[in-house]
């Protein structure tokens, strides 16, 4: 048996009385497929965040390929771990083509300049590669500043594909992208599981979009629910005929969209505690 | 062309241009950072700042760039760490230090004797006089300013495009911000030399200003930048020499010029274009 891509054992963050995330566990394998669903505040963006190593968890371990994550490894680690945030306006404005923007996900583009000399050509090919599995590459030489939403989208996509990651974490990558766009974006994420085992973690909130796409859907509210029901709409013997065996067919229950227990909702909770104690 | 063959062959002239081009050079590699993280604030209060510096320095008798360096960089070095440990946000904080130091610079020179302080050349800038200590010093300046945008560069543009997902890929953003305005902050002695306390922003912010409007990349905007400010800087030299106005401030007068310029340029480029497409 492998080691897992991701391995995350007991994680909590936040402080102890109202945490945002609790008790997290979650192992994934090379080429699975995760997509992550839950209410506004669950704490997805976090948990993503977290595992990219830009927050420390308050306890709780994480192992990416096998290696527990400290702020010592931390750099080699993230270079096989590719990253799309949240998309926000805040970004500044600065005069760059599209080509350039894809290059910033290079492994090496922040090393020294004179270490990257000799070295272009390499990258100018992987650019137009990564820029073509978004149906970007015609735009290579376009400012990039004036694209649209759903573009720059896809470019800044591209981006963390270039770094051919082991393991891709996606906060709703799908914002700003047409409803056809979105059905490319997760076949192509299907593609890349499937075919070059990446594992792929994705925050959505539109679950009827991705159970058709991925392995498995993990339901977020402060901790995991795990589910994974079989789809009772298309057969499952159809799905395994067009994207192999090891996919498992997941929806779910219509209790379950939010995973908003009344006992589990994050805000209320702590508060009754303290009553008790009064 | 008597008037360049006059300039040249001018000693003054001819001594101060070299000094007045490296710093022209310096500052205008340094300004495409300070727009890129917007530091323009950051440089208008380093450079107040540092007038606390010199009047420290003249006060207890200490070499006057050395020490407004030391003083540049601790209170840039500040100002990076004050804001996130505070809750003050960064320009409010960049405004206190700025008046306060200012204030204390100004005592501070006032109690010295008026001879020894060359208050208007600290304000206003005065490349003429630059002596050979004071040439070596710019020239270590330049030499550490140079090298870590030789190495740091690549890494500072990518966190100004997008500082999450340059952590995510394991920069440490922090350290490298800290870095960044420890150097914004020798680029501002530097540039106190030419262009006085008051006008140094001009010559950390105009050059690559001027290259925003054409530049499409780290490398052009670079090259841009520099091309701009080595124009700006030999024409406002030329300039004031001819005319006996100060230099400082005829060189960044011929930087806001030229930017006028690009601004002008690049809207009529824009219109010529959006004509033709509606042409075609």
Not at chain 1, 12 to 40: C, D, Q, R
Not at chain 2, 212 to 235: E, I, K, Y
Request: include cysteine; charged fraction near 15%.
């Amino acid at each position: 048996m492998s080691t897992p891509n991701l391995n995350i054992t007991d994680l909590s963050f936040g402080p102890a009385k109202t945490p945002v995330l609790e008790k997290i566990n979650l192992s994934l394998e090379s080429g699975h497929f995760m997509g992550i669903i839950g209410p506004n505040g669950a704490g997805k963006s976090t948990l993503l965040s977290i595992i990219a190593g830009l927050l420390q968890p308050s306890s709780g371990q994480i192992e990416l390929f096998g290696k527990q994550l400290h702020p010592f490894n931390r750099h080699r680690l993230l270079k096989q771990v590719g990253f799309l945030n949240q998309l926000h306006d805040r970004e500044p404005r600065l005069p760059l083509r599209v080509h350039d923007v894809v290059a910033m996900g290079t492994t090496d583009y922040a090393a020294p300049l004179w270490r990257q000399i000799g070295n272009r050509g390499d990258h100018q090919d992987a650019i137009m590669q990564a820029l073509d599995q978004v149906e970007m590459a015609e735009l290579a030489e376009r400012d990039f500043r004036h694209l649209s939403g759903g573009q720059k989208q896809r470019v800044r996509l591209a981006r963390a594909l270039i770094r051919n990651p082991k393991l891709l974490l996606l906060d709703e990558p799908s914002a700003a992208l047409d409803s056809k766009r979105q059905d490319q974006l997760y076949a192509l994420l299907r593609k890349l599981s499937t075919e070059q085992k990446m594992t792929i973690i994705m925050v959505e909130h539109d679950i009827a979009a991705i159970t058709a796409y991925v392995d498995s859907v993990a339901c977020l509210n402060r901790r995991i629910h795990y589910h994974a029901m079989q789809g009772d709409q298309i057969p499952e013997d159809i799905w395994h005929a067009m994207y192999g065996d090891h996919i498992h067919i997941v929806a779910h229950d219509a209790g379950c969209i939010g995973c908003s227990h009344p006992d589990e909702q994050p805000n209320e909770q702590p508060d009754e505690h303290s009553d008790n104690k009064q | 062309m008597e008037m360049f063959n006059q300039f040249f062959a001018s000693q003054v002239m001819q001594e101060s241009l070299v000094p007045a081009l490296l710093i022209a050079f310096v500052t205008a590699s340094m300004s495409v950072m300070v727009l890129a993280h917007r530091l323009s604030f950051l440089t208008v209060g380093v450079s107040h700042a540092s007038l606390a510096g010199l009047g420290l320095a003249v006060t207890l008798s200490l070499p006057l760039l050395p020490t407004a360096t030391v003083f540049a960089l601790l209170i840039s070095l500040l100002l990076a760490t004050m804001p996130k440990s505070q809750d003050i946000t960064e320009d409010a904080g960049t405004g206190m230090l700025f008046a306060g130091s200012m204030a204390l610079g100004v005592i501070l020179i006032s109690t010295a004797s008026r001879y020894e302080v060359d208050l208007i050349g600290l304000l206003f800038g005065n490349i003429l006089t630059i002596s050979p200590t004071e040439l070596q010093w710019l020239l270590i300046l330049a030499a550490i300013i140079m090298a870590s945008l030789l190495t740091l560069s690549r890494a500072w543009w990518s966190i100004a495009f997008d500082p999450i997902t340059a952590a995510a890929s394991g920069l440490p953003v922090s350290t490298m911000r800290l870095v960044l305005y420890g150097v914004t902050g020798l680029t501002v002695i530097m540039c106190v030399k030419l262009a006085g306390i008051v006008l140094t922003t001009g010559l950390l912010v105009l050059p690559a200003a001027c290259a925003w409007f054409w530049g499409r990349s780290l490398a052009g905007l670079w090259l841009l930048s520099v091309c701009f400010s080595l124009t700006g800087t030999l024409t406002g030299l030329i300039i004031s020499y001819h005319k006996d106005w100060p230099s400082g401030a005829t060189i960044v007068m011929a930087l806001c010029l030229m930017f006028i310029l690009s601004w002008g340029g690049s809207w009529l480029n824009q219109r010529a274009k959006k004509y033709k497409s509606q042409v075609s």
